[in-house]
């Protein structure tokens, strides 16, 4: 079956680090992914979309790549600060948009 | 920005009950889904409706579920009778144009338990 799957339950890092979130899909091959942010009690807030021909994508601190070939995505938020604290959902989209479980991102000072 | 809205944001129901979880998309977005967020689990695809008429439904939208556009604004959320089970976050979106490559914009939620 189609999976899209995010490896790190939890990542915690210290403010200014970069913080790296892996996305990894399985038996498909998306034309886009997708990169929602999360915060607790509330509905995911879409950041980023990358498409299969582009290896990169930014918007100011944060950037996504994505390869085919390993069939992975990585998101990337640099000099992270304690505000970046959330749930960051990758998200796969076939005839509907369907998330991964989310990696939950703790930056402390 | 404009806003999806969702009301109530909680919920709480009997067993056997219907509820009823409304929405209201943004006013030029054609396509409109519900998801729903079990707690600490992962955000979960139920339906999406375009043109009045559900074009996909995952195997957890059964027969207790229904959608509805009952007017120009709203978007509802319909299950017939409660189960314990149904404990979740819903979450209502929307999309323009329904596209692959196109974002979705989510409500805040309408947290709905069921005793």
């Known amino acids: 079956s189609q999976k899209i799957e995010q490896n790190s339950e939890a990542l915690n890092i210290q403010e200014g680090k970069t913080a790296t979130l892996t996305c990894n899909y399985t038996n498909y091959s998306p034309a886009y992914l997708q990169w929602y942010r999360q915060d607790p009690g509330r509905g995911p807030v879409f950041l980023l979309l990358?498409?299969?021909?582009?290896k990169e994508k930014r918007k100011e601190r944060l950037k996504v790549t994505f390869d085919t070939t390993l069939k992975q995505s990585l998101f990337h938020i640099t000099a992270s600060q304690p505000a970046d604290s959330a749930t960051y959902l990758c998200?796969?989209?076939?005839?509907?948009?369907?998330f991964g479980t989310g990696t939950r991102l703790q930056v402390f000072p | 920005e404009p806003e999806v809205t969702q009301t109530p944001s909680h919920q709480v129901t009997q067993m056997g009950q219907e509820v009823i979880l409304r929405c209201v998309p943004i006013?030029?977005?054609?396509?409109f889904y519900w998801y729903r967020q079990i707690l600490g689990q992962k955000v979960e695809f139920l339906v999406s409706?375009?043109?009045?008429?559900?074009?996909?439904k995952s195997e957890i939208f059964d027969d207790q579920f229904s959608v509805e556009r009952p007017d120009g604004s709203n978007f509802t959320l319909k299950i017939r009778s409660t189960k314990l089970e149904d404990s979740a976050m819903y979450f209502c979106a929307s999309s323009e144009e329904g596209r692959d490559n196109e974002k979705l914009f989510f409500g805040s939620g309408t947290q709905l338990s069921v005793l």
């Open positions: 006013s030029n977005h054609l396509y």
């Open positions: 409706f375009y043109n009045n008429e559900i074009s996909e």
């Open positions: 998200a796969r989209v076939t005839d509907k948009l369907i």
């Open positions: 990358i498409r299969e021909n582009e």
